[in-house]
């Protein structure tokens, strides 16, 4: 982008707003708020998008709702020094040049879930909750159902044509986001061999860490991070953290890793992963903790150390940017998801900011001339932003009015502008009071309004955010599926025509 034609730009359309003074005044065009609007829009009219990709990154936020980007915003811009309250911040991704709503519901659920949510993305196709990159003419949970109607995935595609192929995710490797773009499987829970019902081993099933590492060369994954060590490691074997595996039938998967493809590695805490050389690492397989990895506010108690989102993200670029055909990266904030289903606030957005972090080590890591960004979610929670807090007001705090005055409620006891409609954080009966109860800690859950052992997830649309290549086609309200196609024409990946 010509910044030079840009700032002319700007100049002229200002200059055109000052000759029609008499309609907007001095103290209208003269406001900064105006300035910096205006400039938005010519910058955006400036935007020269390229319809092929080089390389594809695309960011999923779990659990990422429209509010929940709003929370994110606001937190990290009163984390800033220079913070002026907070709202007027932006995450990284949210000045991308185009923008669009995304319709997430399955074809069996009006509020989804992950497995069905993200292989509309991974494979172009909308189907149940809980099936995996299979056509929703299936059954959940019966293997005989499933074959014959597995889904090709944009990494198979991809692999196809030569590119490298990545999977980052805080989650377990083997979880339903991460999963949909290289399992195929009718129950989004066999992530293991001990979770197969004996019809599914009588059928030829797998289980989905299998599916991760016992592929062709030519269609294995360059790099793989995340958590999971449990479900690839047999129950004879303790992991660096004392921890015994899971699998029952023997199998250590990241010996099969490592003795499966050329110049591969295989790592389990931060101390290996600082010492991967990408230079002469092919395959990277990382597994940091034996299910989930930490939130990011607990991180730093890990007890093998874990690397961040952001630092896995720009590791994993490292490794994929040798290839000079290219590469598809995709990388999940996996834990924003659990940390609204834990009505805890704090963590969720916490890691959606971390979420930010890595998008802005991408974007630094390459060029919006030959990579297409996209940054959206599976789905939303039903997480809300309420009251009339004051500007300024802690996003984690009770609401304060413009006066400064302490809201109440009805009942004459606080209220905190975070809540959700239904969780953990429920009380049946008298409401607590929270005057004297610190709202920011990290541990602190949300009240809700519905008596739930685990907050849900919610049905209204999500955000799809992209610059670079193909990024124009993100625009107005999209089916979910749409996402694989946008990809499969920018990368022009084949298995249609446009």
């Not at 001095?26 to 938005?40: E, R």
């Not at 730093?300 to 993200?313: F, I, K, N, Q």
């Not at 969780?423 to 004297?436: E, H, K, Q």
């Not at 799809?464 to 920018?490: C, D, T, Y």
Request: proline share 3%.
């Amino acid at each position: 982008m010509n910044i030079k034609r840009i700032a002319a730009a700007i100049s002229c359309s200002l200059m055109t707003v000052v000759a029609h003074a008499a309609v907007l005044p001095a103290t209208q065009t003269d406001s900064q708020w105006f300035k910096d609007s205006a400039a938005n829009v010519v910058a955006k009219a400036q935007v020269d998008t390229k319809k092929t990709a080089k390389n594809v990154i695309l960011f999923v936020g779990d659990g990422m709702s429209i509010s929940t980007l709003t929370a994110a915003r606001i937190l990290q811009g009163q984390d800033k020094a220079d913070n002026q309250g907070g709202e007027e911040n932006f995450l990284s991704f949210e000045q991308f040049p185009h923008t669009a709503l995304v319709k997430t519901y399955n074809t069996n659920q009006q509020t989804p879930d992950s497995a069905g949510t993200m292989t509309a993305m991974a494979t172009g196709v909308k189907t149940k909750a809980g099936i995996i990159s299979i056509s929703d003419t299936s059954l959940r949970g019966n293997c005989l159902s499933s074959k014959g109607n597995e889904l090709v995935s944009l990494v198979d595609l991809a692999n196809a044509k030569g590119l490298s192929t990545g999977i980052v995710t805080t989650a377990r490797l083997t979880h339903a986001t991460p999963a949909a773009t290289y399992a195929k499987t009718p129950e989004r829970d066999w992530e293991g061999d001990f979770n197969l019902p004996a019809e599914a081993v009588a059928n030829g099933c797998t289980d989905i860490a299998s599916q991760l590492v016992m592929r062709d060369e030519a269609n294995a994954l360059t790099v793989a991070l995340g958590g999971g060590r449990s479900y690839f490691l047999p129950t004879t074997v303790k992991d660096g953290e004392n921890k015994a595996g899971k699998r029952k039938d023997g199998k250590d998967l990241t010996k099969a890793w490592v003795d499966n493809f050329s110049k591969s590695a295989y790592v389990w805490d931060k101390k290996g992963f600082d010492a991967i050389d990408a230079a002469n690492t092919d395959h990277l397989l990382g597994l940091f903790n034996p299910s989930h990895m930490e939130y990011e506010a607990d991180r730093a108690d890990d007890v093998g150390g874990e690397p961040s989102l952001t630092e896995m993200t720009a590791k994993s670029l490292d490794i994929l940017k040798k290839n000079d055909k290219g590469y598809l990266l995709i990388v999940e904030s996996g834990r924003i998801d659990h940390g609204h289903h834990a009505g805890n606030a704090s963590r969720a957005l916490t890691d959606a900011v971390e979420l930010s972090n890595a998008v802005k080590a991408a974007m630094d890591a390459t060029s919006s001339d030959d990579t297409l960004i996209m940054v959206t979610a599976d789905h939303s929670h039903v997480f809300t932003i309420a009251g009339y807090p004051k500007r300024g007001n802690p996003i984690l705090g009770l609401v304060h009015n413009v006066d400064g005055t302490l809201a109440t409620a009805n009942d004459n006891k606080p209220y905190t502008t975070l809540a959700y409609t239904n969780g953990p954080g429920a009380v049946v009966g008298v409401r607590d009071d929270l005057t004297s109860v610190d709202t920011q800690d990290k541990d602190f859950m949300q009240q809700a309004l519905i008596p739930m052992e685990s907050e849900t997830h919610a049905g209204e649309d999500i955000s799809l955010h992209a610059r670079g290549p193909g990024s124009n086609l993100v625009q107005g309200v999209i089916e979910q599926n749409v996402i694989f196609h946008i990809i499969n024409q920018a990368q022009q990946l084949g298995g249609t025509k446009y």
